[in-house]
């Protein structure tokens, strides 16, 4: 059996165990639909011409892990930015991990998805934006007809939150292979502010497929930093789905930093609806081996005075695979839009492949846009003066691409994230840098 | 120090150097001028070991070794020190990570421990007084957006950092103004000792004024056409160098 063919019967099994109401009952069975319909993505669709599935498909992946796993935090620590007071919200094999985790009501909800789909108290929540910005896509639609658990955070207004919200979701390896669909919803109300930091970690070699899917409505002047980081080991793979609903003058920033995996995807979608909204899309990809990581943005500019920047920068040795597309669409009405979008991308190796494709639809005449892409090869003079101050060739690889990402870590505001992110790159490269960009 | 015998080099088939004969000790300063194109350049980066360039022929002993064969970064670990005519800009990494990397790379290589971070801020604050460099400077990006006399003397502070044995200043005097000269000259001469050398290569004479060189060697079409003492470089800069062209081609 295939594992659309799997999926759905599997739904059907799942359906009938669900104490929905008639309302979640009718999303599932639309999304279901869509999905039995699409199927899983090939390349034959231009959104996934330079991203194969198949390989990933193969696989007997369990869709409902059958034992709950406990692991100590000594074990996993290390995956947590852990120098830092922080919310956390732990998942381990798809279930709720209540020993990892640390939750709040207190003025505001960081808690469980499973929750806030259950309890009366979050019901119109629910109604007004569970599967609102997602889009109908098919891999999207999977994800909503199975979603039962994830992180639900609701930030009222007038609100700082003074902790960052971790959500970590680890797979033991505990099944041969495991497909986990995480459904993260987070709403941040006028003139809130929340800072979150998302990681996907396997413990074993075994294989995971994880669908993941996050809905964020930033309302007005929300400001929302979202900080992805990649860092799975060969065996996991990562189809990330995240939109974005901005109302006016809110600011939001999504980072991913993409070390880890076997194939990963990124769907990055923002919707800005509301003027004078900011948005930021940025990504360091540092990959080798086979690797594959595949950033597919979209910024839809939909009102006036709008500003969105994006900047990914790739580093890609061995075999490995790099794809970024990127979409701007710029609406007839969103006049003086400034968007701008930079992918520059060093190939390490004769065998790494980058492709790079902006796209940009624009029916505003009063805009600017501008997008550039580079592929190129580390800077044969800059390496020849660094070896000259006694830099070893492998120490001034790693130190330019330092410098080639660096611009991307600057608008990091957590430190912690930072050093974290600068000691995976080091550890990557495998150097020793001795200092902290 | 430096023992050059008979060295022949090429890039891309082309051949630059033909046949340079140049002896330096320790505590000697040497400057070596001539006319464009005629090689200066080349004979800096092929003894800094840049491998573009392929040594044809000869030896270059630095010490009694032959360094042939040693990388760049190696023969930096060794001693040398090639301070660029055109430094590199590096956007991303300050000087002063740009300064602690290279030191304790050099320090790694000799099989010490890194330099301590007090230590190592004594050093760069010791050092940046003596070329006159703002604290500020030192945590912008190497290089970038650097005037062309800020550059030269981020290259000489660079050379204090390091405390090479053999110095090589290729056209360090080009781009800066006189009050930048001075700078960069009073900073060589400080670091000058009996244990160290300075080869300085220029095509003017002015730079010379300030680092007075005890022997002065003109490089004409790839090989060292006439050597003398400093009073050599005065008469360069008066009659220019047709006449030592001349000279050569007769």
């Given at each position: 059996?295939?594992?659309?063919?799997?999926?759905?019967?599997?739904?059907?099994?799942?359906?009938?165990?669900?104490?929905?109401?008639?309302?979640?009952?009718?999303?599932?069975?639309?999304?279901?639909?869509?999905?039995?319909?699409?199927?899983?993505?090939?390349?034959?669709?231009?959104?996934?011409?330079?991203?194969?599935?198949?390989?990933?498909?193969?696989?007997?992946?369990?869709?409902?892990?059958?034992?709950?796993?406990?692991?100590?935090?000594?074990?996993?620590?290390?995956?947590?930015?852990?120098?830092?007071?922080?919310?956390?919200?732990?998942?381990?094999?798809?279930?709720?991990?209540?020993?990892?985790?640390?939750?709040?009501?207190?003025?505001?909800?960081?808690?469980?998805?499973?929750?806030?789909?259950?309890?009366?108290?979050?019901?119109?929540?629910?109604?007004?934006?569970?599967?609102?910005?997602?889009?109908?896509?098919?891999?999207?639609?999977?994800?909503?007809?199975?979603?039962?658990?994830?992180?639900?955070?609701?930030?009222?207004?007038?609100?700082?939150?003074?902790?960052?919200?971790?959500?970590?979701?680890?797979?033991?390896?505990?099944?041969?292979?495991?497909?986990?669909?995480?459904?993260?919803?987070?709403?941040?109300?006028?003139?809130?502010?929340?800072?979150?930091?998302?990681?996907?970690?396997?413990?074993?070699?075994?294989?995971?497929?994880?669908?993941?899917?996050?809905?964020?409505?930033?309302?007005?002047?929300?400001?929302?930093?979202?900080?992805?980081?990649?860092?799975?080991?060969?065996?996991?793979?990562?189809?990330?789905?995240?939109?974005?609903?901005?109302?006016?003058?809110?600011?939001?920033?999504?980072?991913?930093?993409?070390?880890?995996?076997?194939?990963?995807?990124?769907?990055?979608?923002?919707?800005?609806?509301?003027?004078?909204?900011?948005?930021?899309?940025?990504?360091?990809?540092?990959?080798?081996?086979?690797?594959?990581?595949?950033?597919?943005?979209?910024?839809?500019?939909?009102?006036?005075?709008?500003?969105?920047?994006?900047?990914?920068?790739?580093?890609?040795?061995?075999?490995?695979?790099?794809?970024?597309?990127?979409?701007?669409?710029?609406?007839?009405?969103?006049?003086?839009?400034?968007?701008?979008?930079?992918?520059?991308n060093i190939l390490v190796s004769d065998k790494a492949t980058i492709n790079t494709k902006p796209q940009l639809e624009i029916f505003a005449d009063d805009v600017k846009c501008s997008h550039g892409c580079t592929i190129g090869q580390l800077d044969e003079s800059a390496m020849f003066y660094m070896r000259s101050r006694g830099i070893p060739e492998k120490e001034a690889k790693a130190l330019l691409m330092y410098a080639f990402s660096n611009n991307v870590m600057s608008s990091v505001k957590i430190p912690e994230i930072k050093q974290r992110i600068t000691k995976i790159i080091a550890n990557k490269l495998g150097v020793n840098m001795g200092f902290d960009l | 120090m430096l023992k050059i015998e008979n060295l022949h080099a090429s890039i891309d088939d082309k051949s630059i150097l033909k046949g340079i004969n140049l002896e330096i000790k320790a505590g000697e300063v040497h400057a070596i001028m001539g006319p464009n194109g005629s090689g200066k350049s080349t004979l800096a980066s092929v003894v800094a070991g840049k491998e573009e360039y392929e040594v044809t022929k000869g030896t270059i002993l630095f010490n009694d070794e032959d360094i042939e064969d040693l990388a760049a970064e190696e023969r930096a670990h060794k001693?040398?020190?090639?301070?660029?005519?055109?430094?590199?800009?590096?956007?991303?990494?300050?000087?002063?990570?740009?300064?602690?990397?290279?030191?304790?790379?050099?320090?790694?290589?000799?099989?010490?421990?890194?330099?301590?971070?007090?230590?190592?801020?004594?050093?760069?604050?010791?050092?940046?007084?003596?070329?006159?460099?703002?604290?500020?400077?030192?945590?912008?990006?190497?290089?970038?957006?650097?005037?062309?006399?800020?550059?030269?003397?981020?290259?000489?502070?660079?050379?204090?950092?390091?405390?090479?044995?053999?110095?090589?200043?290729?056209?360090?005097?080009?781009?800066?103004?006189?009050?930048?000269?001075?700078?960069?000259?009073?900073?060589?001469?400080?670091?000058?000792?009996?244990?160290?050398?300075?080869?300085?290569?220029?095509?003017?004479?002015?730079?010379?004024?300030?680092?007075?060189?005890?022997?002065?060697?003109?490089?004409?079409?790839?090989?060292?056409?006439?050597?003398?003492?400093?009073?050599?470089?005065?008469?360069?800069?008066?009659?220019?160098?047709?006449?030592?062209?001349?000279?050569?081609?007769?």
């Open positions: 059996m295939d594992l659309k063919e799997k999926l759905l019967s599997s739904f059907l099994v799942f359906e009938n165990q669900l104490e929905d109401d008639a309302y979640m009952n009718d999303v599932r069975n639309d999304a279901i639909k869509a999905f039995e319909e699409k199927g899983f993505p090939s390349k034959k669709e231009e959104a996934w011409k330079y991203t194969s599935l198949n390989s990933i498909l193969k696989e007997d992946y369990s869709i409902f892990p059958k034992q709950e796993n406990a692991i100590e935090f000594s074990d996993v620590k290390k995956y947590f930015i852990h120098d830092i007071d922080s919310f956390k919200i732990v998942f381990i094999d798809g279930k709720y991990s209540s020993h990892l985790s640390q939750t709040t009501h207190d003025g505001m909800d960081i808690c469980l998805m499973s929750a806030a789909m259950s309890k009366p108290k979050y019901r119109l929540h629910i109604e007004n934006y569970f599967n609102k910005v997602a889009t109908k896509d098919s891999l999207p639609s999977l994800n909503t007809a199975f979603s039962s658990e994830g992180a639900y955070i609701h930030i009222p207004k007038n609100k700082m939150v003074a902790k960052p919200i971790q959500i970590l979701h680890f797979s033991t390896g505990n099944e041969s292979a495991v497909m986990l669909q995480p459904r993260n919803l987070i709403v941040v109300d006028e003139n809130s502010h929340v800072q979150i930091i998302e990681r996907h970690q396997s413990l074993t070699d075994n294989a995971v497929l994880t669908n993941s899917v996050t809905e964020i409505f930033a309302n007005k002047r929300a400001i929302v930093d979202y900080y992805k980081i990649q860092n799975d080991n060969l065996n996991a793979s990562l189809i990330d789905n995240t939109f974005i609903n901005q109302k006016r003058e809110s600011v939001a920033s999504v980072h991913t930093f993409s070390f880890g995996g076997k194939l990963v995807r990124n769907n990055l979608n923002f919707y800005q609806n509301g003027e004078r909204i900011d948005s930021t899309l940025k990504g360091i990809t540092i990959i080798g081996e086979k690797q594959h990581v595949d950033h597919n943005t979209l910024v839809h500019h939909i009102e006036p005075n709008c500003e969105s920047h994006q900047d990914y920068k790739g580093i890609f040795g061995e075999n490995s695979t790099g794809v970024f597309n990127g979409k701007i669409i710029v609406n007839k009405e969103a006049q003086k839009t400034n968007a701008f979008q930079a992918n520059n | 001693g040398i020190f090639l301070s660029f005519q055109y430094p590199v800009e590096i956007p991303g990494v300050s000087v002063t990570n740009f300064m602690k990397t290279a030191i304790n790379e050099t320090r790694k290589a000799k099989g010490l421990d890194e330099m301590p971070a007090k230590d190592m801020l004594k050093l760069i604050r010791e050092k940046s007084e003596l070329l006159e460099i703002d604290r500020k400077f030192l945590s912008r990006s190497l290089n970038e957006g650097f005037s062309g006399g800020e550059k030269k003397r981020n290259e000489i502070f660079q050379m204090a950092m390091l405390e090479p044995k053999l110095a090589i200043l290729d056209e360090t005097d080009s781009g800066l103004d006189i009050d930048a000269l001075r700078i960069v000259a009073n900073g060589v001469n400080k670091l000058k000792s009996k244990d160290n050398a300075v080869l300085v290569i220029t095509h003017y004479q002015r730079l010379l004024d300030y680092i007075v060189p005890d022997f002065v060697h003109v490089l004409y079409d790839g090989r060292i056409v006439k050597s003398g003492g400093k009073e050599l470089a005065h008469e360069l800069e008066e009659k220019g160098y047709d006449w030592i062209k001349e000279e050569v081609n007769a």
